[in-house]
């Protein structure tokens, strides 16, 4: 007897356990072997909970509170002297306040993605990472936001963007994006964190039970709203996580695609594109991720998370930045082709100024840093190396920087006049501002990482073996 490829029967090696399988086709799991339902809450508690704050978060919060204090500074100068401080002029009228916006807002949709999109499409390999990446999001927005606040130098003001009736009869334009990005943001930041916080609710209670101080157990049960963990509260918790993650959904399209609008709506060389939407919710999401590797990876080593944020997590995150990458690669090919195409004289001398223009040394780094640099993720010995993860990560924070910044100083400092034309730099207080601002996202970061959970707990413990089998046990009935 022999098999349809001629192979006789003898010679047919019948598959056993002991049958290898390759290394690479195994698939790394999602929580290391070896922990219960008791040593996942044990570890993940005591970090908040501990007595001792470690001299390392000591010493890194210090340097992020110097960065707020710089910030403070900036925002003051800014306030008392107005917006000549800063480096804009004509014809670059948005530098550096619309640059870091657009870099702050996208570096915020990787949290809403990897909550709330992950989890419709029932997605394990999230729940590591979820809670950082929420939390990720929330203070990249409120690092936004501090642009739009105060880019007019007169936040005083503000009121008259609102829409009220008033004796001077000024109403704000509802056709502008500008005023949509006010609405669309300001709901992403608020579905964000209501998102955050229902999540948070059984890892307050976790907290208010395990907490020996009085305080901090009357803190985490007044936040932690009554919760008992009976099965009518998971069964409301349940319906109210997944209703939040149905309205998050759409906002991770909506937010950058009306920040996209800004630009595209506009007759300004390299503005004018039909793409600018998708290419933008491509470059966040981008975006956001590298910054989520970029801060897992050392909170991985420093809190000792190895077991909780494993290399698959990582190898994930290294392909959806792949895949992400790709798209902004092809969106700045697609740059050229409908500019040269289109045979717009004004699009084809932009296209040349970026190649061989002032800017052009930015415009060769985008590539490096946006193009070239994310390649290396098509190979799984860089996927699944946090050293090459990290730099690559670095790398496309500088990049979607440098982006950003060709896209408008890089287009508006050649305008159609050349009598017009001018440079733009941004000044020290610029820079202060944008580094002021990291200053506050990590700030904000550091007292998440020492006063709340960063890695949900009853999450983690629903993917023990022994949680599985609850759960098949109760389908079964």
């Known amino acids: 007897m022999a098999t349809k490829d001629h192979t006789p029967a003898h010679e047919l090696r019948p598959v056993t356990q002991e049958t290898r399988i390759p290394e690479r086709f195994i698939p790394t799991p999602t929580i290391e072997p070896g922990h219960s339902f008791s040593t996942i809450t044990d570890h993940i508690s005591t970090i908040v909970l501990k007595r001792k704050t ?38 670059v009228g948005w530098g550096m306040d619309i640059i870091n916006f657009v870099w702050w807002i996208g570096i915020g949709h990787a949290g809403t993605l990897i909550s709330a999109i992950l989890l419709l499409l029932r997605q394990e390999w999230r729940t590591s990472i979820n809670r950082f990446a929420e939390a990720m999001t929330l203070f990249a927005v409120a690092s936004a936001g501090l642009y739009p606040a105060l880019h007019t130098g007169r936040p005083w003001y503000d009121y008259w963007l609102f829409p009220y009736p008033n004796t001077m009869g000024l109403w704000p334009q509802f056709r502008s994006p500008l005023m949509w990005d006010v609405f669309a943001v300001s709901t992403y930041a608020t579905v964000s964190a ?70 595209a709506v506009a007759q300004i060389p390299g503005w004018h594109a039909t793409f600018f939407p998708p290419y933008f919710v491509a470059g966040a999401v981008f975006a956001g991720f590298a910054m989520v590797l970029t801060l897992a990876i050392p909170a991985r080593k420093f809190f000792k998370l190895e077991d909780f944020i494993t290399m698959r997590h990582l190898e994930n995150m290294g392909k959806v930045l792949l895949a992400t990458g790709l798209i902004v690669a092809y969106a700045y090919v697609m740059e050229w082709f409908y500019g040269l195409y289109s045979g717009n004289p004004f699009e ?22 946006n193009g070239l640099a994310p390649q290396l993720m098509w190979f799984r010995r860089f996927r699944t190396s946090t050293f090459w993860l990290f730099i690559v990560a ?28 001018g440079m733009y730099a941004g000044t020290f207080w610029d820079w202060s501002f944008f580094i002021g601002s990291i200053g506050l996202f990590f700030a904000l970061l550091f007292l998440f990482v020492r006063f709340l959970p960063m890695i949900s707990i009853f999450e983690m413990r629903t993917l023990l073996p022994e949680a599985q089998a609850h759960a098949e046990h109760e389908e079964g009935h």
């Open 194 to 263: 209501l998102f955050w916080y229902v999540g948070l609710i059984p890892d307050l209670a976790t907290l208010r039970d395990r907490s020996t101080n009085m305080w901090a157990k009357r803190l985490y049960g007044a936040f932690a709203l009554g919760w008992r963990g009976s099965a009518k509260h998971w069964d409301r918790y349940e319906h109210a996580y997944l209703l939040l993650a149905g309205l998050s959904t759409p906002l991770v399209l909506s937010v950058h695609t009306i920040v996209s609008f800004d630009f």
């Open 54 to 91: 470690p001299f390392g978060w000591i010493i890194g919060f210090l340097i992020a509170l110097g960065g707020v204090g710089l910030l403070t500074i900036s925002m003051g100068m800014l306030i008392g002297k107005g917006i000549g401080i800063w480096g804009i002029n004509h014809p």
């Open 348 to 369: 084809i001398y932009m296209l040349g100024n970026r190649l061989g223009g002032p800017y052009k040394s930015m415009y060769a780094a985008l590539w490096i840093c």
């Open 394 to 421: 670095m790398f496309v924070n500088v990049g979607m920087w440098l982006e950003r910044f060709v896209i408008i100083p890089g287009s508006l400092h050649r305008d159609f006049l050349p009598s017009s034309w």
